[in-house]
């Protein structure tokens, strides 16, 4: 089993910036790769950006491409999500999840996933 916290949320002005943190533990050894969705009020959960835990390789949506980084320290098993020019539209709860296999994330179907963290950017 993973065990998945994220942290960093909050309430931040338009333009403004956040970064998101997700702590990983448990059988963290196994991880192909680690992440993060997102869903806004009304709408479907979204795939926001990826990273392949060993290799380093990242994969970020087109709604947000040059606007998040997506990061992580081996050492803390924790992954990072930075994310600039903030927009209203980009007001979620972002989830941190995490699959022990190379398998697609556009679908969603990760195997492990943290409770969430609320970020909300105003007008």
């Known amino acids: 089993q993973v065990h998945l916290v994220e942290s960093g949320g909050g309430l931040v002005q338009a333009g403004g910036s956040l970064r998101l943190s997700c702590a990983a533990s448990?059988?963290?050894?196994?991880?192909?790769?680690m992440g993060w969705f997102r869903q806004a009020p009304g709408k479907e959960r979204e795939f926001v950006s990826r990273?392949?835990?060993?290799?380093?390789?990242?994969y970020v949506a087109d709604s947000v491409k040059g606007r998040v980084i997506i990061s992580r320290d081996n050492a803390k098993t924790t992954v990072y999500l930075q994310m600039n020019s903030l927009k209203p539209e980009d007001t979620a709860v972002y989830y941190c999840a995490a699959d022990r296999r190379p398998i697609p994330w556009a679908s969603g179907g990760m195997e492990y996933w943290g409770e969430g963290t609320l970020v909300t950017v105003s007008s």
């Open positions: 990273i392949n835990w060993r290799a380093g390789t990242t």
């Open positions: 448990g059988r963290t050894f196994s991880l192909y790769a």
